[in-house]
């Protein structure tokens, strides 16, 4: 008998979930057409501005191969803990963009092939000077700074 009772509540719950789901749907449906593309131009707009801002952090450095094998530029500054875009455009050929911490471990150390493009994010350590060295052309100069204030 008690079984029954409880069963009968929660099929009359789920009954009355129905009704109220099936009303609440066909009033929305009305009402909507009208004020949707509104909306939708106010979210665009603001997503726009909000993209152009965030990339004033880019910086970009070019590869140079001989007679004088070089990053242009070769010296950097950053903030630290801040993250950057760094844009390192290849040359005809191979060259890296190695950084060491005072340990000798590479916070960065990417390969640019040549004649390729990349972008990759970069988080400043801490305040200090750091050597950027191309591992195939340290030894013919192409170094650079990396200050970080
Ligand atoms: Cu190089």
Avoid at 23 to 30: A, K
Avoid at 70 to 92: C, F, H
Avoid at 115 to 133: D, K, L, M, R
Wanted: net charge negative.
């Amino acid at each position: 008998m008690k079984k029954g009772a409880i069963f009968g509540l929660i099929t009359g719950a789920s009954l009355a979930l129905v009704l109220a789901c099936g009303g609440g749907e066909s009033t929305t449906t009305t009402s909507s057409p009208t004020q949707v593309p509104t909306k939708a131009a106010e979210t665009s707009s603001a997503a726009s501005t909000t993209a152009s801002s965030s990339g004033a952090a880019d910086i970009t450095i070019e590869m140079q191969d001989l007679p004088g094998y070089a990053y242009l530029p070769a010296d950097i500054e950053m903030n630290a803990g801040e993250t950057y875009n760094i844009r390192l455009v290849g040359s005809a050929e191979f060259h890296t963009w190695s950084v060491a911490d005072a340990n000798g471990d590479w916070i960065a150390n990417i390969s640019i092939n040549p004649n390729a493009e990349q972008t990759v994010s970069f988080t400043a350590p801490a305040a200090g000077t750091y050597e950027i060295i191309c591992l195939p052309h340290q030894a013919t100069g192409m170094v650079g700074t990396l200050t970080v204030n």
